[in-house]
């Protein structure tokens, strides 16, 4: 059996961790051996972005750390992905270009320069979703979830973060997906996009 590399990509509230716990579930179901992981990463770099311990950095020293973990991320993927196994990734280098291109607090990288620091440590998907949602329903959401608001959920920064997207979505080729539809026809719609590629 081939393996598979599907990235879900998406502003804040979209839905992206439900979806990919959901559809690990419905393709373990299957009889699949389905790996599911995120970015940053909980170990190392990613675990050391997490915590927040890097203090007031730039967008652009915040940018080459998200790349050096998705360097040894990527690593991981490949071997798993060689393996037969079909990997599910929640958020991939399309959010590292959307976020650190958008302006936080007039400080903002410019998007070629973060496209061109990824090209070398990331591996092509063979499908990225993204759960395109309008960032006041979004911010709505995550107002629900009883969490911390991180500096990043701003509405005026997720438009930001929602246009990048969709000129990503539109240049690479992505499959957007209206995350503002149920949950069950967000999960339909994601499905037919991976039956595509894993069949």
């Not at 509230?13 to 439900?18: F, P």
């Not at 499908?127 to 107002?143: C, K, N, Q, S, T």
Request: hydrophobic share 40%; charged share 30%.
């Amino acid at each position: 059996m081939s393996g598979a590399f599907i990235v879900f990509e998406g502003a804040d509230g979209a839905g992206k961790s439900t979806l990919c716990e959901r559809i690990s579930e419905e393709l373990r179901g299957r009889g699949k051996d389905a790996v599911l992981t995120a970015e940053p990463t909980h170990e190392g770099i990613g675990a050391f972005i997490r915590s927040g311990s890097a203090g007031e950095i730039s967008q652009r020293t915040e940018a080459l750390l998200f790349v050096a973990d998705r360097n040894d991320h990527t690593e991981w993927i490949q071997e798993q992905v060689s393996q037969g196994k079909i990997v599910l990734c929640d958020r991939y280098f399309a959010s590292t270009v959307a976020y650190q291109s958008a302006r936080l607090d007039g400080d903002a990288s410019e998007m070629d320069w973060l496209i061109r620091i990824n090209d070398e440590f990331i591996d092509i998907p063979d499908a990225i979703i993204l759960l395109d949602i309008d960032p006041e329903v979004g911010m709505g959401r995550v107002g629900t979830r009883g969490e911390e608001i991180s500096k990043f959920e701003r509405l005026d920064f997720q438009k930001q973060v929602r246009s990048n997207y969709l000129y990503l979505a539109e240049q690479y080729g992505f499959d957007v997906v209206d995350a503002s539809m149920t949950r069950d026809e967000v999960f339909k719609k994601a499905m037919e996009i991976i039956e595509a590629v894993i069949q």
